[in-house]
């Protein structure tokens, strides 16, 4: 099985599979005060602290969740009914965009309903930053908070996110940022400064584990109560051969040569679009067969290990992933999260794409293990529609 699908998960590497099943093996529970209970804190503490080392932040500042879509909610449920409750409803704006992660967009909605703002974005699906600043100019005294993803899952747009963070501290407002399918976080107090959602099936960790970084506990309520585990923050037993097994994992990320790593993806990447197939089409040509969503190979403003390409075809998205699928390999339309309701991309959507062309941008995504055989047999398939 050809897998090119790595934006939707990894596989658990060795090192983090290892220390999943040794921990999962102890007795003992992280709140509890016997002995037991002390080695599991510390199994847990240690992990905080190698995955804050990843992140470039500081360990008190992770809260653990159960994955990107329960750190998405925690930052906009608590965020927002923080500052709406402090503040007499005063602030009720959230600042977003048409391009984030469901987890995101439906949470936004739930809590805003029509006080939402959506920034503009240009072609490549990078915001608008001057855009942004109007926006945070003209309604500062009402937004609650500012949500913009960090690299889009579905056509790999990296955001200046360093510079939007700064813009909303500037004017106050809480930042949070969707970073799910980010690799590498750069060394400087930037990536402090916002709340940040991580999952760790993304990087080769176990499945159902992330984390929330938050900036100021001051600024977020609970979404969950219960025994008051993370702060009072996230209340539940902390699963603690997931964390050390993810944490595992960050380590592996962290202590890769990533200039080696992301020369492959670009190599690949560049390998599809040298074939005769997609040669003419890599700077977004209308019209034609096959075309590149989201910025050009190699542009400092996307990441290489994912790519999006719309599909001129007569074919519906249905019959494009059987095509692929009897042909065993793995692909998808859009995001996982909402791949199984196939539909227009709210992403290609926000691109400036019509209904049917948004319903075929096609998402295929490298990882450390994908080979050049893996892009040839892609191609061969893709052929045929």
Known sequence: MTYLDWASGWPINRAALKKYNEVAKLKGNFSSTHKYGFQIFKIVEQARSDIANYLHIRPKNIIF?????ESNNLALQGIYR??????????????????????????????????IIYLKNDKFGLVDLSNLQ?????????????????????????????KISQMCLEKSIPFHTDAVQ??????????????MSISSHKIGGPGQIGVLTVPDFNLLD??????????????????AASIAAFAEACKEMYNSNKDILNKKFFKL???????????????????????????PI?????????????INSNKSPDEIVYLFDSNNIAISFGSACSAKTLGPSNVLLALGQNADQASKGLRISFGPSTKKSDINNFLAVLKLI
């Open 65 to 69: 969740t159960s994955g990107g879509t």
């Open 82 to 115: 923080k500052i709406y409750k402090q503040l007499n409803g005063q602030k009720k704006i959230i600042v977003t965009t048409l391009m984030e992660h469901p987890s995101v967009v439906n949470t936004a909605r739930n809590l805003a309903g029509e006080n």
């Open 134 to 162: 109007l926006v945070l100019n003209e309604f500062y005294n009402e937004i609650a908070l500012v949500s913009v993803h960090y690299i889009n899952n579905e056509i790999g747009t990296k955001q200046k996110i360093e």
């Open 182 to 195: 980010a690799h590498e976080f750069s060394q400087n107090h930037a990536f402090s400064n916002f709340f």
């Open 222 to 239: 609970p979404v969950m109560l219960g025994g008051g585990q993370e702060m009072g923050l996230r209340s539940g037993t902390l699963g």
């Open 269 to 295: 990447a560049n390998s599809f679009f040298q074939s005769n197939l997609l040669a003419d089409n890599t700077e977004n040509l209308p019209n034609s067969r096959f075309s590149l969503n989201g910025p």
């Open 298 to 310: 190699n542009d400092l403003n996307r990441v290489n290990y994912i790519i999006n390409l719309s």
